[in-house]
């Protein structure tokens, strides 16, 4: 059998057992507030980064890898023989995969293989999750990146919004649209296609609004969801969770629904609260 070893970022936002469970090395991105620094998820927590934006007033900014700290894992599991398959947040987001590409190159090994998820959070985390189905299939890496960018194109990702001062204060919203979304107590859907971030849908008032537009878009494509896996990914947002788990419960036949906690390079950018329903398109 191939020796693989699959290879993510901190942003696939993956729960702990899921990441051991298949074996997968974590590569951190950064968050930095003015001089300080650190690794997602290892130096620092959601609960802690939100602690620390309410007590400083400032809001965090996110930094990819060096291609110095790809060099290193890549190196490591080249040299106990493995071929490597590398898929983290997709390359328009983030230079993250830029970073990646730079290591391989500076490697110059014919055993990396990198794959651009187009995605983020566990809209990326469902591909290494069908990474590690194809490796415990026995294929090799080189076939995995072929069966894994066949599907790059058909993962679903969306989210609802709750608040929008993070879009806002990351720079992300402008102060009109900030002051009117606010007024208006608009949750917008924010969806991943094609590698880049569009608005959706826009609920009002309650965040459980915009959560039932998101599932009546769920449930339109009921019949073509891949049943392998579905993610509901979330900012702190535990009860949102449970009520999303109780409208699909007997409406979208799903064999491994997982819910999983956004790290603090998402959360960073969508604010506290936000959740998501993510999926696979047959």
Same mark, same amino acid.
């Given at each position: +059998?191939?020796?693989?070893?699959?290879?993510?970022?901190?942003?696939?936002?993956?729960?702990?057992?899921?990441?051991?469970?298949?074996?997968?090395?974590?590569?951190?991105?950064?968050?930095?507030?003015?001089?300080?620094?650190?690794?997602?998820?290892?130096?620092?927590?959601?609960?802690? +980064?939100?602690?620390?934006?309410?007590?400083?007033?400032? +809001?965090?900014?996110?930094?990819?890898?060096?291609?110095?700290?790809?060099?290193?894992?890549?190196?490591?599991?080249?040299?106990?023989?493995? #071929?490597?398959?590398?898929?983290?947040?997709?390359?328009?987001?983030?230079?993250?995969?830029?970073?990646?590409?730079?290591?391989? #190159?500076t490697l110059a090994s014919e055993n990396i293989f990198l794959v651009d998820?187009?995605?983020?959070?566990?809209?990326?985390?469902?591909?290494?999750?069908?990474?590690?189905?194809?490796?415990?299939?026995?294929?090799?890496?080189?076939?995995?990146?072929?069966?894994?960018?066949?599907?790059?194109?058909?993962?679903?990702?969306?989210?609802?919004?709750?608040?929008?001062?993070?879009?806002?204060?990351?720079?992300?919203?402008?102060?009109?649209?900030?002051?009117?979304?606010?007024?208006?107590?608009?949750?917008?859907?924010?969806?991943?296609?094609?590698?880049?971030?569009?608005?959706?849908?826009?609920?009002?008032?309650?965040?459980?609004?915009?959560?039932?537009?998101?599932?009546?878009?769920?449930?339109?494509?009921?019949?073509?969801?891949?049943?392998?896996?579905? +993610?509901?990914?979330?900012?702190?947002?535990?009860?949102?969770?449970?009520?999303?788990?109780?409208?699909?419960?007997?409406?979208?036949?799903?064999?491994?629904?997982?819910?999983?906690?956004?790290?603090?390079?998402?959360?960073?950018?969508?604010?506290k609260g936000t959740i998501g329903v993510l999926y696979i398109l047959k």
């Amino acid at each position: +059998m191939n020796k693989v070893k699959i290879i993510s970022d901190s942003t696939c936002d993956l729960s702990k057992d899921l990441i051991i469970k298949h074996d997968i090395a974590i590569v951190p991105l950064y968050v930095n507030f003015n001089q300080e620094s650190f690794l997602d998820g290892v130096d620092l927590d959601v609960e802690q +980064m939100y602690d620390y934006v309410d007590k400083k007033k400032i +809001m965090p900014k996110t930094a990819a890898p060096s291609p110095g700290a790809f060099v290193e894992v890549f190196q490591k599991y080249l040299d106990e023989g493995y #071929q490597i398959i590398y898929l983290g947040i997709g390359s328009k987001f983030s230079a993250t995969f830029s970073s990646a590409n730079v290591a391989k #190159q500076t490697l110059a090994s014919e055993n990396i293989f990198l794959v651009d998820s187009l995605n983020l959070s566990s809209g990326t985390g469902l591909l290494l999750l069908k990474a590690a189905k194809f490796k415990e299939q026995g294929l090799n890496a080189e076939e995995i990146k072929t069966r894994l960018e066949e599907i790059v194109p058909k993962v679903r990702s969306q989210f609802v919004i709750d608040t929008l001062d993070y879009l806002y204060k990351g720079g992300r919203l402008n102060a009109l649209s900030h002051l009117v979304g606010g007024m208006l107590r608009i949750k917008p859907i924010i969806k991943v296609r094609d590698g880049l971030m569009a608005v959706g849908k826009k609920g009002r008032g309650s965040i459980k609004n915009g959560i039932d537009l998101m599932l009546n878009e769920v449930f339109q494509d009921k019949d073509e969801i891949d049943p392998d896996f579905m +993610m509901i990914t979330h900012s702190l947002a535990d009860e949102s969770a449970q009520y999303i788990k109780d409208q699909l419960k007997g409406k979208v036949e799903i064999q491994n629904l997982y819910e999983t906690k956004a790290g603090c390079v998402i959360s960073s950018h969508c604010g506290k609260g936000t959740i998501g329903v993510l999926y696979i398109l047959k």
